[in-house]
């Protein structure tokens, strides 16, 4: 469940006339369990959703909503450790420690919810003390504010900031990272629900009406066009990533084409043998796509785990992307 996700979650709280806080991790050190950023919400029948220290901590917080609720004002500044008896109590016995902010929602929801309703992605820029927040929707490199370095990491790595001597946050609530694959083969029915259950979007394209149906794929969003006839309406970009699997160089091999020559995505993987990836840069060669650009290429897919049955292939696949997407 990602940041938006949550969001939602507690739109529909809202509008059924809950009061609503939100905890937000705001610092962490050592090996805390969960990043700076993830969000935590509360309504006032004490239900949750989200994770801000994948259960060590979150009934301490829960707890400390009640607070909120009989004063929405009021803002806390929460610290966990190994060292914190009340920490430990409730089972945080990672090492490290934990900085949460908590605080009311109610007033904050009723200026987001227009963006969230569109699911415009943003990086939130938050005054914790005043409540203030101010939404970015996209980089502006000519802009001089002192948080513009911030909100260029949060577009780019998905990095939330907290500026402590300041008390401001800056948070990216940004849409999933999306992943275009070629091919309803075997493979792609194992591959696509683990990239499902990791928050990643999947868009399957297969022109082919045999392999690509419903009942094969059920609840896919499946497209019956060509790569290159269906990829020219979509904005690919930082945040896409294309995975090849059809084994049809008229398939695979033009979107492989479109995604370079677009400067797109932060993974491009291709199924196949060694000799077939020459193959696919010679066709690449052809269409003037500089070799720098190909050597982008993950060929062949997957990272070396010894599997062979589709179904560890397809682990290996995602393996593979969450490195891509985390050390490049």
């Known amino acids: 469940m990602t940041n938006l996700d949550i969001f939602e979650k507690a739109l529909s709280w809202y509008r059924s006339g809950h009061k609503i806080a939100i905890g937000t991790v705001i610092e962490t050190w050592g090996s805390a369990p969960r990043p700076v950023g993830s969000l935590i919400v509360i309504n006032d029948n004490m239900e949750f959703e989200g994770s801000i ?30 060292e914190d008896e009340e920490a430990w109590a409730v089972g945080l016995t990672c090492g490290g420690k934990l900085k949460i902010h908590l605080q009311s929602l109610d007033a904050y929801l009723a200026s987001v919810e227009p963006h969230i309703n569109t699911l415009d992605e943003g990086v939130y820029i938050r005054d914790l003390t005043t409540g203030f927040f101010e939404v970015i929707r996209s980089i502006d490199l000519s802009n001089t504010s002192e948080y513009q370095n911030y909100v260029v990491l949060a577009f780019a790595e998905d990095k939330a900031t907290y500026l402590s001597n300041r008390a401001i946050f800056v948070q990216p609530i940004l849409k999933n990272y999306e992943v275009y694959i070629t091919g309803a083969v075997h493979v792609a029915q194992f591959l696509i629900p683990i990239l499902k259950n990791l928050n990643f979007d999947v868009t399957l394209i297969d022109p082919r009406p045999v392999f690509a149906t419903q009942d094969r794929f059920p609840n896919v969003n499946i497209i019956d066009q060509y790569p290159q006839e269906f990829l020219v309406s ?51 060669n052809d269409q003037n796509i500089h070799d720098k650009d190909i050597e982008k290429i993950h060929a062949p897919i997957g990272l070396d785990l010894g599997g062979r049955s589709p179904s560890e292939i397809a682990i290996s696949i995602a393996s593979e992307l969450i490195k891509t997407k985390y050390k490049g």
């Not at 492989?256 to 400067?263: A, C, I, P, Q």
């Not at 993974?267 to 990836?277: A, E, F, N, P, Q």
């Open 234 to 284: 979509k904005h690919v970009h930082h945040r896409s990533a294309l995975i090849t699997l059809s084994h049809d160089s008229k398939i695979d091999n033009p979107a492989v084409e479109f995604f370079l020559r677009h400067g797109a995505g932060f993974y491009i993987g291709c199924l196949g043998s060694k000799k077939t990836h020459e193959k696919r840069v010679a066709f690449l």
């Open 53 to 82: 220290s994948g259960g060590c901590v979150e009934s301490a917080v829960i707890a400390s909503a009640e607070a909120i609720f009989k004063d929405p004002s009021k803002r806390l500044f929460l610290d966990y450790g190994i």
